[in-house]
């Protein structure tokens, strides 16, 4: 068939070194990009498979979000924009492993199993961030789709790839499948839901981005006439000179619970970090003796949560919300939730596919991890209550009100994946309705003092974890060593987990004062972070 010498001959321009194994994890593949090029052909080549297999459009996202720049990686985005089915990141595992000899037998292989028809018409979305080896790589791709009709969007977010491919599929019902449209969506969204606060300041409307020198910086400034000023972004590490999530980024700033490097704030300001492809954020200010606050993604949900709960009782409706976090949420975030708030709370494995899919279970699923990728899922029975209120003229005026605003709320949030633009968006909005300052968000609950390390060890492997991965199964003895540390400390949790996206072991502490938390113990064996 020419199709297969077509493919035979463009995989020899993109050939395998021999021996090199990868694997499609948490977030797709992801290692430095010079080991990238025969990956992104064959992912390009399975893109279209999936993209004739489910009949639909499938996005394709050149991006390794907040590792360093000298890395790189690629994700398949399903047809209603969220992540690709588990089935088929075997199948990605598969085609990325097979030596050049193999690849037409592994790809005739998935043909099979999925029953696919080669006539069948295919659309491939591909989007890229801002790194230097993205362009090749992302060219790579289209080599893999190309003839089968794949479409290049250039630099985007990973966000607005996994939004562009949701519209496409919705005949448009999601939005329109364009930057653009993207943009006028969001922003008329949160000027509907800004324009009638009182009195808000300049002040208020100020904001200060930390770009991570990213794709988010860039995407951020084309959106910001759509924005009418009503916000006012001051944006750093923009991408013109600093290096990629270098000393700066939501990752960054997380991690090292300090600000990133050029970034001038003054005390009590509003600040926020995106990663390096912008699906992620955080927020945070310096306080009055020039101490550093971070509102991490828990501090988002809390915050986020509490504003949807209290406009389902202002609107009367009747809608089940929780919010489902990791193991890595606050102990008191997850207290002042079920005990407060008196929301449902879930916990899932790490990484974004779990949390989405606990998410869709509920009405109003607010899911965020503590590193600040998260989003909130209406299910449809949820819009189309609130739908039907915002339009019902009979009923009284605050009800309706509520439902105006949840309306609008739902038409802000990208849906299909946690997107720093839109969170921010979000997050902005919700604290000029509420009227409430960064330091009165901050105060809704005290975080536990927390420090994350990363081991390196001979085979993280070995590590076997079990409930959301709180606790381990494997090697014996290792839970009960934790356990026998913890329990000496008030309001301690610990746990390990093997990384999905790095050779090493994740270890998590908290306790009710960093005395309690006594790393040192584990310093020994800490990797510089
Ligand atoms: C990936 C995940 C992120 C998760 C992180 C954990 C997506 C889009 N991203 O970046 O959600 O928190 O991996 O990494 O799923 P780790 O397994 O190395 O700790
Ligand atoms: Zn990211």
């Keep these: 068939?020419?199709?297969?010498?077509?493919?035979?001959?463009?995989?020899?321009?993109?050939?395998?070194?021999?021996?090199?194994?990868?694997?499609?994890?948490?977030?797709?593949?992801?290692?430095?990009?010079?080991?990238?090029?025969?990956?992104m052909f064959r992912m390009g080549l399975l893109a279209t498979l999936r993209s004739k297999k489910t009949k639909a459009t499938i996005g394709v996202m050149v991006t390794a979000s907040h590792n360093p720049e000298e890395d790189n990686g690629v994700k398949l985005v399903d047809p209603?924009?969220?992540?690709?089915?588990?089935?088929?990141?075997?199948?990605?595992?598969?085609?990325?492993?097979?030596?050049?000899?193999?690849?037409?037998?592994?790809?005739?292989?998935v043909i099979e199993r999925e029953a696919i028809?080669?006539?069948?018409?295919?659309?491939?979305?591909?989007?890229?961030?801002?790194?230097?080896?993205?362009?090749?790589?992302?060219?790579?791709?289209?080599?893999?789709?190309?003839?089968?009709?794949?479409?290049?969007?250039?630099?985007?977010?990973?966000?607005?790839?996994?939004?562009?491919?949701?519209?496409?599929?919705?005949?448009?019902?999601?939005?329109?499948?364009?930057?653009?449209?993207?943009?006028r969506k969001l922003s008329q969204a949160f000027i509907q839901l800004t324009k009638n606060v009182p009195n808000r300041t300049d002040d208020q409307k100020a904001l200060l981005v930390d770009g991570a020198n990213g794709i988010g910086a860039l995407k951020v400034c084309e959106m910001e006439t759509y924005?009418?000023?009503?916000?006012?972004?001051?944006?750093?590490?923009?991408?013109?000179?600093?290096?990629?999530?270098?000393?700066?980024?939501?990752?960054?700033?997380?991690?090292?619970?300090?600000?990133?490097?050029?970034?001038?704030?003054?005390?009590g300001e509003r600040c926020c970090s995106y990663d390096g492809d912008a699906d992620r954020i955080v927020y945070y200010y310096s306080g009055s003796a020039g101490r550093f606050h971070l509102l991490d993604g828990d501090k988002i949900a809390t915050l986020i949560s509490t504003y949807l709960k209290e406009l389902l009782t202002q609107a009367g409706l009747d809608l089940q919300?929780?919010?489902?976090?990791?193991?890595?949420?606050?102990?008191?975030?997850?207290?002042?939730?079920?005990?407060?708030?008196?929301?449902?709370?879930?916990?899932?494995?790490t990484g974004v596919k779990h949390l989405?899919?606990?998410?869709?279970?509920?009405?109003?699923?607010?899911?965020f991890e503590a590193?600040?990728?998260?989003?909130?899922?209406?299910?449809?029975?949820?819009?189309?209550?609130?739908?039907?209120?915002?339009?019902?003229?009979?009923?009284?005026?605050?009800?309706?009100?509520?439902?105006?605003?949840?309306?609008?709320?739902?038409?802000?949030?990208?849906?299909?994946?946690?997107?720093?633009?839109?969170?921010?968006?979000?997050?902005?909005?919700?604290?000029?309705?509420?009227?409430?300052?960064?330091?009165q968000w901050d105060a809704i609950y005290t975080d536990l003092p927390n420090r994350q390390l990363k081991v390196k060890v001979a085979d993280r492997r070995v590590i076997d974890t079990t409930d959301a991965e709180r606790r381990t199964v494997s090697p014996?003895?290792?839970?009960?060593?934790?356990?026998?540390?913890?329990?000496?400390?008030?309001?301690?949790?610990?746990?390990?987990?093997?990384?999905?996206?790095e050779d090493v072991v994740r270890v998590y502490a908290e306790a009710d004062t960093q005395v309690g938390l006594r790393l040192r113990e584990f310093s020994a064996a800490r990797d510089t972070q």
């Design 1 to 39: 068939m020419a199709q297969f010498e077509e493919v035979s001959q463009k995989s020899a321009v993109h050939p395998k070194p021999v021996g090199l194994v990868l694997q499609y994890g948490t977030a797709g593949f992801r290692t430095n990009s010079k080991q990238l090029d025969h990956v």
């Design 80 to 109: 209603m924009g969220e992540m690709v089915t588990p089935a088929w990141e075997v199948y990605a595992t598969q085609l990325a492993n097979a030596e050049q000899e193999e690849l037409l037998t592994a790809l005739k292989d």
């Design 117 to 183: 028809s080669m006539a069948q018409e295919a659309s491939v979305f591909v989007g890229k961030d801002t790194r230097p080896s993205s362009d090749s790589l992302s060219q790579a791709v289209l080599d893999g789709v190309h003839a089968l009709g794949g479409h290049n969007y250039g630099l985007v977010t990973t966000p607005q790839l996994h939004y562009m491919v949701c519209c496409q599929n919705t005949q448009g019902r999601y939005g329109e499948a364009t930057v653009k449209g993207y943009y």
């Design 227 to 267: 924005l009418k000023n009503e916000l006012q972004l001051s944006l750093f590490n923009d991408g013109s000179s600093g290096k990629l999530n270098h000393l700066c980024g939501a990752d960054y700033v997380k991690v090292q619970q300090r600000a990133p490097k050029g970034v001038e704030m003054t005390a």
């Design 321 to 349: 919300i929780a919010v489902v976090q990791t193991a890595y949420a606050n102990g008191s975030s997850t207290q002042y939730l079920e005990d407060t708030m008196k929301v449902i709370v879930r916990c899932t494995k």
């Design 356 to 367: 989405h899919h606990a998410a869709q279970e509920f009405d109003i699923g607010v899911y």
């Design 371 to 439: 590193n600040g990728h998260g989003t909130v899922l209406f299910s449809k029975a949820a819009e189309e209550k609130i739908q039907k209120l915002a339009q019902d003229s009979n009923t009284n005026d605050e009800r309706r009100r509520a439902a105006l605003l949840l309306q609008n709320t739902v038409n802000l949030i990208n849906q299909t994946v946690g997107d720093a633009i839109s969170d921010m968006l979000l997050i902005e909005a919700v604290l000029a309705i509420r009227g409430m300052t960064v330091q």
């Design 476 to 501: 014996a003895g290792l839970q009960e060593a934790i356990d026998s540390r913890v329990k000496k400390y008030r309001r301690a949790r610990s746990f390990v987990r093997p990384s999905g996206t």
